[in-house]
């Protein structure tokens, strides 16, 4: 991981004033940073245009390791680089050792004899506990609630306390330091002492006394990492060894884990301070070899050097309510969303704005939760952290679910009135004990299992039934789960469950397809009305009657025939075709005025469009035909640009645009993420596969731009020939003018 530090070493060797040979340990001179202004740059040449590595706060403590002209060469914090000599005050001459190798060709001679001062006071150290009802403790680069965020600390943990003050401490964290309010530390009663430094005399260089001796370069040692390594974007830690245990975070694909234990199925392993489970099906195991650096005192300095700080506020913590004043856990997802950003990470903020807070950054790729949409920003949730994010890096989909359908009457013998909290893993109480009932009525838990204790065995039973009623399996019982559970027409467990496997509409492998499954759900999909031919063959029209079918019930829209809407549909308590969609376009939407005629350009894909997209890209298309306009997400790009409708109304849109998915060819416009309209072709008709799961759309398609006809004719002469000269002729009919 390129961490701050990483970045400043690979800076100074980057401008040469660090090179491997002169990596060697040289001593230093404490200082103190005075300047007029809040805080001093640090820059990695000694020269104002230099690249900034990071600021110092007035009154900060340096250490100093040479001096040329007008610039010093200092270490601070674990940073190396340059600061103006005008804004250094030297307040002892004290010798101490950076903890980290700093370079010999910048070092100065030894100090002499005149450069004697009297030893500073002894530095005490301890340790202190975070102690927050947010979850998160902020880390800021100087004592003031305005000052940058180094990171955020869990809950309970243990810090080092470098420097106590009396609002603020400077605390060092996982090798991060920083300054946090002592209004959430919980200190330690156990304070060890640093000896202090002796003074050097004429005769010889100042030497640390026995106490305070810096251990010598420990050997390399080897280690056990573990990298994540899931297609699924994020990796459950959990707190026990079972699929079943309890999930404490969720990990980024590419996560770097420290190995504990390892097990034939399980390894233990701590991530940032979280210790836990992962499965070994997701990990790749590495044996890597580090020089860890030698433990060292931190500089000595008087009492008088620390600046004293008086924040007027203490620092502000993670939400622990909605906008509207719900608590985060008692609110219910209306959707998910995918992180697409081209930076990394997605910041989540505490308000819907760009100055807001930074809770967490969130990998690229990750999936959150959402709880509120708007077409700038969206309430999200990533790692038990509630927060904002900008609307432009996520890819939404609704849920399918998000307005249940209410029961008409509630099961019998139950008080559904009790269930105002989502219940999880630990929970007990009189709610718990009902919940259990009922999945004990629904044949999902044993007389045996009903212990009015949300354990393992009942979140187990929730994801199953949560799976047969085309919920989110998440385990947690909430408002859409309580409402499903108590229904009449809540599906009970089936064990013929076991033998439904998931039926998706042919491509190239209709022979390899279950001809007797497929039949079976078209005559019952008929039975109820829709739209079917009953032929053994998971056609284009069997795909819309499932869309449809899903639409009424319920259930996620995905287009595939998932065992739970098998168990549904053969249950008698099927809606039909008759009832009202859960989800229906409103009239004139997607309508849009498209782009003029000078403005469409007819670009080449390899030339111009293809090294302009991102995957994940978003497409904006327009049917001149009808007017309709839909988002798609790049999905790869060969020899076209493969893509998938953003959302279940982009597949709508789409499907209402060209009718009935087929390959049939249709020339629409594109407008690219850089702004510029380009004609193109595509059809509607749902392939392989697609990682978006709830768009109603089964797979991905091809959007076809401008290529070279020799190309075409040599690696694509069917199709592709098809869509190219289906392109040339529009664009032909709309410019009059030729492309050959």
């Known amino acids: 991981v390129a961490g701050d530090k990483t970045l400043t070493k690979l800076y100074q060797l980057a401008s040469g004033a660090v090179t491997p040979a002169q990596q060697t340990i040289s001593g230093g001179r404490t200082a103190v940073i005075k300047t007029s202004g809040a805080k001093l740059n640090m820059r ?131 090798g991060s330091s920083g300054y946090v309010s002592n209004s959430y530390l919980t200190f330690s009663s156990a304070v060890v002492t640093a000896a202090p430094t002796r003074t050097p005399d004429a005769t010889s260089t100042a030497k640390p006394t026995s106490t305070a001796k810096p251990t010598a370069t420990p050997k390399p040692q080897t280690v056990t990492i573990a990298i ?32 504990l234990s390892r097990g034939s199925t399980w390894t233990q392993v701590n991530y940032m301070g979280t210790v836990g489970y992962v499965s070994n099906s997701y990990i790749t195991i590495k044996t890597v070899t580090e020089a860890p650096q030698a ?15 008086a924040p007027s506020t203490a620092p502000t913590q993670a939400p622990t309510s909605g906008p509207t004043g719900v608590p985060y856990e008692q609110m219910v997802a209306i959707g998910t969303a995918v992180i697409r950003t081209t930076g990394g990470t997605l910041n989540i903020r505490q308000t819907a704005s760009s100055s807001g807070k930074i809770l967490c950054a969130v990998p690229n790729k990750t999936t959150v939760k959402v709880y509120s949409y708007t077409s700038s920003w969206c309430l999200v949730s990533y790692d038990g952290i509630y927060g904002y994010a900008s609307t432009s890096y996520l890819t939404y989909t609704p849920n399918a679910t998000a307005t249940p359908k209410p029961a008409s009457t509630p099961a019998p013998g139950y008080d559904t009135s009790i269930f105002t909290r989502t219940l999880r893993s630990g929970y007990t109480g009189e709610d718990v004990y009902q919940l259990q009932l009922r999945l004990k009525e629904l044949n999902y838990l044993s007389a045996s299992n009903v212990t009015r204790t949300y354990d393992s065995t009942t979140v187990s039973a929730v994801k199953s039934f949560q799976t047969l009623n085309g919920l989110t399996a998440d385990g947690l019982a909430g408002t859409s789960t309580f409402s499903a559970l108590f229904s009449p027409s809540a ?36 039975s109820l009305g829709y739209t ?24 996620p829209v995905t287009g595939a025939v998932s065992p739970a809407m098998q168990v549904l549909l053969y249950s008698g308590r099927a809606a039909g075709a008759s009832a009202a969609p859960s989800v229906k376009l409103a009239d004139g939407e997607g309508v849009i005025s498209g782009p003029e005629k000078g403005e469409l350009q007819l670009l080449h894909w390899f030339n111009v469009v293809k090294p302009s997209l991102a995957n994940s890209a978003k497409l904006l298309i327009f049917d001149p035909k009808t007017h309709l306009s839909w988002t798609l997400i790049v999905y790869s790009k060969g020899n076209h640009c493969d893509s998938q409708p953003a959302t279940l109304k982009d597949t709508l849109l789409m499907n209402k645009a060209f009718g009935k998915p087929s390959w049939t060819v249709h020339v629409v416009y594109v407008k690219l993420p850089d702004g510029r309209w380009t004609m193109a072709t595509m059809h509607n008709r749902p392939h392989l596969t697609g990682s978006i799961t709830e768009n109603g759309f089964d797979g991905h398609l091809c959007v076809h731009f401008l290529r070279d006809i020799a190309e075409v004719t040599k690696n694509d002469p069917d199709y592709g020939l098809s869509n190219q000269t289906t392109l040339r002729k529009a664009w032909q009919t709309l410019t009059g003018e030729t492309v050959n």
């Open 44 to 174: 990695a040449t000694a020269s104002t245009s230099g690249t900034v590595i990071t600021k110092i706060p007035n009154g900060s403590v340096i250490t100093v390791l040479s001096t040329q002209s007008s610039w010093c060469y200092i270490w601070y914090d674990g940073y190396y680089g340059y600061v103006s000599s005008a804004y250094v005050s030297y307040t002892a001459a004290v010798v101490t050792k950076p903890p980290t190798a700093a370079p010999t060709a910048v070092r100065t001679a030894a100090p002499t004899a005149t450069e004697k001062a009297t030893a500073a006071p002894p530095a005490s150290y301890t340790t202190a506990t975070v102690k927050t009802s947010g979850g998160i403790l902020n880390m800021r680069s100087s004592a003031s609630t305005s000052s940058k965020i180094i990171r955020t600390l869990p809950n309970k943990a243990v810090v080092s306390v470098l420097q106590k003050g009396t609002s603020w401490s400077l605390v060092s964290y996982e």
């Open 491 to 526: 599906v009970s467990y089936d064990p013929a469950v076991t033998s439904f496997t998931t039926l998706h509409i042919y491509y190239r492998n209709e022979g390899s397809q279950n001809t007797a499954a497929i039949q079976k759900m078209q005559t019952a999909l008929k």
């Open 532 to 555: 079917v031919n009953v032929n053994g063959s998971f056609d284009e029209t069997t795909y819309l009657a499932v869309l449809e079918f899903q639409l009424r019930n319920s259930l």
């Open 228 to 259: 994540v390594k899931t297609t699924g974007g994020t990796l459950n830690l959990r707190a026990a060894a079972s699929s079943s245990g309890k999930i404490l975070r969720t990990l980024p694909n590419g996560a770097q884990l420290t190995v």
């Open 295 to 309: 433990i060292t005192p931190a500089p000595t300095r008087a009492p008088t050097a620390a600046p004293t700080y």
